[in-house]
């Protein structure tokens, strides 16, 4: 009589290790692929809930909300009051009494593809440093900035040609070029530094680079500097445009492409596939 096998030999035992390990060498990937798409996804949906809200204010205020402060600007119509009502706005962002608000990380300014923790330590003392120099305060992050324009924010920090500047308070006919022909606001992670939805803190190493940024280098641009546009995820960055509309730009666009889209009264005509 012969009798029944249950155990594996050796070089089957060693087969099926293989076939596991080539199995998820194939799915792995496609995994990883799904779950930025998701990630993709989310960040394209804030950017999009960050446009209808801009549009909310502007059908109340008549104007954008001010460069110096924007995302903050809009938390009413983001559906945050709870967090609006803690800020007291006749009072510095320093002052002890805005530590509550300066401190809250809100998930829609947030892209889910930057893992770095939802509020950073904003250091002073350095101008033109980042993360180096006197620690301040603590500032909840964002992952979405306000576009100054093409040129560097310190030249002129009041006079950017973009949608956002210090004391910009524009309007949507102030925007020559057509709004589904000019970004509004851009995303960044926080590889070199954090970028935070409270609005400029007086004191701090490069205070506007914090809410607005710049384009003179291309999307992920490998030579791109902190005030510019970068993200994670693959090939490109999310960029929400005036008429409420989220694209996601290319890092190969031509620079000079890129310069129309980010001005504001620049006469061209031009879309982020020409």
Request: proline share 6%; aromatic share 10%; hydrophobic share 40%.
């Amino acid at each position: 009589m012969s009798r029944r096998r249950f155990a594996f030999t050796l070089v089957e035992l060693l087969v099926v290790i293989a076939v596991i390990r080539i199995l998820m060498a194939l799915l792995l990937p496609a995994v990883q692929f799904a779950r930025e798409s998701a990630r993709a996804a989310h960040c394209h949906n804030n950017l999009k809930q960050i446009g209808i809200a801009l549009h909310m204010y502007h059908d109340t205020h008549r104007m954008l909300p001010p460069g110096w402060g924007w995302a903050s600007a809009l938390l009413y119509q983001l559906e945050q009051p709870a967090v609006d009502r803690l800020i007291y706005r006749h009072l510095s962002i320093a002052d002890p009494a805005n530590q509550p608000a300066r401190e809250k990380g809100i998930p829609i300014f947030q892209c889910p593809s930057d893992t770095q923790k939802e509020r950073f330590m904003i250091f002073g003392g350095l101008p033109g440093a980042i993360d180096q120099g006197t620690p301040l305060f603590e500032v909840g992050k964002s992952n979405y900035a306000g576009v100054f324009g093409t040129f560097e924010i310190e030249d002129n920090p009041a006079a950017g040609d973009g949608m956002f500047f210090y004391g910009s308070r524009l309007t949507f006919a102030d925007v020559r070029d057509g709004l589904s022909n000019t970004i509004f606001i851009g995303e960044r992670h926080s590889v070199h530094g954090g970028t935070t939805w409270t609005g400029v803190v007086e004191g701090a190493n490069e205070p506007m680079p914090r809410i607005v940024g710049v384009a003179d280098h291309t999307p992920n641009d490998p030579h791109h500097h902190f005030d510019d546009f970068t993200s994670h995820h693959p090939s490109g960055v999310h960029f929400l445009y005036g008429d409420g509309s989220v694209k996601r730009i290319n890092n190969t666009i031509d620079l000079e492409v890129y310069h129309a889209l980010v001005t504001r009264a620049g006469y061209e005509a031009v879309s982020s596939s020409d």
